[in-house]
């Protein structure tokens, strides 16, 4: 569908879109991170601009380009990637789309001198990060939340009880044990839930490329935020 076919759903609000992955730093030239490319949530900042919203990114490191008429934030880590979500959400905004993979744990410590090589093995404590999504979640400015789960196994049973206990809105679910879809790929394929007059509805989304099913998630956060 090109852009300018695509009705403006989401004209005048203004949504905060998080993508790519985060990077825990070890020491100065080492770090945690994941294979996250950032693919589906520029795909649907692009998305959400053609639906007519003004659309904060905050990105991780990430090598696609900034689309137009989007502001970019670039993050390193999981803390930076809060400051920033809870600073840009209480200025204010209507829809928050969190599709950023968010590193789980985060080096106790971190070396401020680069660790030499020296035993056999090594040993390097980890920590929980703060989770993003279900801490905007819990602001006095609340948005609509969508949060996204990749999942390798009990898809519906995991994304639900995600949905519930983050607080959110909608959530989006990819079987990441499918190669030919997901992480990196070019195409997706999703089932979304959310609530809708106190049922909770589940519809698929088919296999597309990432701006089809981009634009699908926005018809159907549209959808779902009239019916709230
Ligand atoms: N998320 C977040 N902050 C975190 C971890 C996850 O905001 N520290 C968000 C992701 O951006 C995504 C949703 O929470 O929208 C689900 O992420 P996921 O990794 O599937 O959930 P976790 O709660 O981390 O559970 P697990 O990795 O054990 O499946
Ligand atoms: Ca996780």
């Not at 070019?186 to 106190?198: G, I, K, P």
Request: hydrophobic fraction near 45%; charged fraction near 20%.
């Amino acid at each position: 569908q090109p852009a300018h076919y695509q009705p403006k759903i989401l004209a005048g609000q203004h949504v905060v879109i998080t993508a790519g992955p985060t990077r825990e730093a070890i020491d100065p030239v080492r770090y945690v991170s994941n294979h996250s490319t950032g693919k589906m949530g520029f795909a649907l900042a692009e998305a959400c601009r053609d639906a007519g919203a003004r659309v904060t990114l905050i990105a991780g490191p990430v090598t696609l380009p900034t689309p137009q008429g989007i502001e970019r934030i670039d993050i390193g880590s999981a803390q930076e990637l809060l400051a920033v979500c809870l600073k840009v959400v209480n200025q204010g905004c209507d829809i928050f789309i969190a599709t950023a993979a968010v590193a789980d744990y985060r080096a106790a410590e971190v070396s401020p001198q680069k660790i030499k090589k020296a035993g056999e093995q090594l040993t390097i404590q980890l920590v929980k990060n703060p989770d993003i999504v279900a801490t905007v979640a819990q602001q006095e400015k609340r948005p609509f939340m969508v949060g996204f789960a990749a999942e390798t196994q009990h898809m519906e049973q995991y994304a639900s009880s995600k949905l519930v206990s983050k607080k959110l809105d909608m959530i989006a679910v990819n079987d990441v044990s499918r190669s030919d879809i997901g992480f990196g790929s070019d195409h997706n394929a999703m089932t979304v839930f959310f609530a809708e007059n106190y049922h909770l509805v589940q519809q698929h989304l088919d296999k597309a490329s990432k701006a089809q099913i981009a634009w699908q998630l926005v018809e159907c956060i549209a959808k779902a935020q009239a019916a709230r």
